[in-house]
């Protein structure tokens, strides 16, 4: 789990935000533990904007309307077959930052598939996205890692982009943030839509990761919580390992 900012591509910041540097490594570290335990991924994450259901992301893409034309190309072929559907118009900001933290990053690349919702997908459209995800999952024999972009709260501090700093809003990263360390998809599902589209919070990829997970993961790792421009930014792994009573069954 990363944050979508662009903020962590350090030619949009420039050398004076220096509080991107403890986020920007924290991803860099989870993405590397991620190229270390396998080299295909899923990438889940929200469009900027709506999207049909089964839509496909560009393989390659620029940050250009973010403040600079930094060159962004997914490596590898899908990990996966390609859904039926369209194909969005250009890279989503998330598949943007997993793509360059990706080639960044992870050597030998990764190989990568982006799989979208729209932002405001209603809970039940959430879950059946994430479980139509773990059938596929399901599928694929070999070690297959999720990489999911997400943001949290935006009105985090007094300049935030969601209108300055709220109470709510805080709660609301609370509870995002207990859920994540906790390891616990129930209390991520539980989290309300539209609690959390007041607070600037888009829902959906984690509604989607608490259907795709199921049940709560072997590990936890949390690299790094915080909300440097006022918004909040996560940064965790959620581990399962081999369950010897189930030969071949891991995710």
Do not use: K
């Not at 620029?62 to 930094?70: L, S």
């Not at 989607?208 to 709560?216: I, V």
Request: proline share 12%.
């Amino acid at each position: 789990m990363i944050p979508g900012a662009p903020l962590l591509v350090p030619e949009l910041t420039g050398p004076g935000a220096v509080e991107a540097e403890p986020v920007r490594a924290a991803a860099g570290a989870a993405i590397t533990a991620l190229a270390a335990a396998c080299d295909r991924w899923i990438v889940l994450c929200a469009a900027d904007a709506p999207c049909p259901p089964g839509a496909d992301s560009p393989r390659s893409g620029d940050f250009g309307r973010f403040g600079c034309a930094v060159p962004v190309t997914l490596p590898g072929r899908a990990p996966l077959p390609l859904p039926a559907g369209p194909v969005v118009a250009e890279m989503p900001a998330g598949v943007l930052v997993a793509g360059w933290l990706a080639q960044r990053t992870a050597h030998p690349p990764a190989r990568l598939q982006p799989r979208l919702i729209a932002p405001d997908a209603p809970g039940p459209d959430c879950a059946a996205f994430g479980a139509r995800l773990a059938d596929e999952l399901r599928s694929v024999p070999d070690p297959l890692g999720v990489l999911v972009v997400a943001d949290g709260a935006t009105a985090l501090s007094p300049s935030a982009p969601g209108g300055g700093e709220r109470e709510r809003a805080w709660a609301l990263q609370r509870r995002l943030d207990a859920a994540v360390a906790a390891g616990d998809p129930a209390a991520l599902a539980g989290l309300e839509t539209e609690a959390c589209r007041a607070e600037g919070l888009v829902a959906a990829p984690w509604h989607a990761l608490a259907a795709l997970c199921g049940d709560r993961p072997d590990r936890v790792e949390v690299h790094y919580t915080g909300a440097p421009f006022g918004v909040g930014y996560t940064v965790a792994s959620w581990l399962w390992t081999r369950n010897c009573a189930e030969p071949g069954q891991r995710r």
